[in-house]
């Protein structure tokens, strides 16, 4: 990277290399196999069932007690012995993530970005999504573009949807002459609509900056033939802003410095930053998908094994 130091990445930016060493925590974060199946936090499991209609696995010697439906009278004709057919019903759950990285994700008040949060939680899902046997495939975007991912079985995929986010992730700087694109997100949901057809997990990763109306009806699309998430990624400042210290705030060639010492700032910033976020979790409640709140000042990895550990125990 030209732009950033080694020190820079997990805090300020991510590179490929960073998010696939994540595959390491996604072993760790494996959801128990007591889940419920139900949950949306379940994958492909193969059951015992086996019948018309489901996936095949296998042509196999006849043994009594076989539904002799199942014969395949013409691989038994060829070899001289009953063969049957044999199925084995699969709950296949592709995993989508719709992964934000928008100027305004690239806001950081402590240990790291909102845009390198996301891009581990991206990370951390598509692995454990991949270790289960399952798709995973994303939809990624900033303010300009978008990328979508078909969702694919296979390491391959896993590495190149790493590659859009790390890609996206770099190119975000505080002098960057992109313009913030709210509309994008409702954008990126559209672009989701189109790859989950049915039964898909999809996780929105997002500061939901933009998110209205449409917002709402479009997750909710969503919601109605798949099993949605939202993981808001919030900087601490939303919730507190500093009584002191100063950061500097650039929208393109402007940048403001805010003096948190100054009450006269603080005050204002800080009713502003509890509004957007009140605004924001009423929006995702009245959504009715689960959300998961995570923040840039303590370790990804930490948070989402809190989270989903929480989850899975509230499904069951």
């Not at 049915?198 to 990763?205: A, E």
């Amino acid at each position: 990277m030209a732009r950033a130091q080694i020190s820079d990445i997990g805090t300020v930016y991510v590179t490929p290399a960073h998010l696939m060493r994540m595959e390491a925590d996604a072993r760790r974060l494996a959801v128990p196999p007591h889940r419920p199946n139900q949950s949306v936090l379940s994958g492909r499991h193969a059951s015992r069932l086996r019948g018309r209609g489901l996936n095949f696995e296998e042509i196999r010697a006849y043994v009594p007690g076989d539904d002799l439906r199942y014969l395949d009278w013409k691989a038994s004709s060829r070899v001289g012995r009953a063969l049957v057919r044999s199925y084995t019903e699969e709950r296949d759950r592709p995993a989508l993530f719709v992964v934000d990285q928008r100027i305004s994700m690239f806001y950081g008040t402590q240990r790291a970005m909102k845009s390198v949060v996301a891009a581990e939680i991206a990370a951390l899902g598509a692995w454990m999504a991949f270790r289960a046997g399952d798709r995973a495939g994303a939809v990624v975007f900033d303010d300009g573009r978008i990328e979508a991912m078909r969702p694919h079985r296979s390491r391959a995929r896993v590495q190149a949807l790493l590659g859009a986010v790390a890609r996206c992730n770099q190119a975000l700087r505080a002098d960057s002459p992109v313009r913030p694109n709210p509309g994008q997100l409702d954008a990126a949901l559209r672009a989701a609509l189109h790859l989950a057809t049915h039964d898909y997990l999809v996780c929105v990763i997002s500061d939901f900056l933009g998110a209205g109306d449409h917002t709402l009806a479009l997750m909710r699309e969503l919601a109605s033939h798949n099993d949605v998430m939202a993981a808001l990624v919030f900087d601490p400042s939303a919730r507190a802003v500093p009584s002191s210290g100063k950061i500097v705030v650039t929208e393109g060639e402007l940048q403001v410095e805010l003096d948190f010492r100054q009450r006269s700032i603080r005050e204002p910033l800080s009713a502003m930053f509890d509004a957007r976020q009140h605004d924001v979790v009423e929006l995702l409640q009245r959504c009715g998908v689960p959300m998961l709140a995570i923040d840039t000042g303590q370790p990804t990895v930490m948070q989402v094994a809190r989270l989903l550990g929480r989850y899975a125990r509230q499904r069951a």
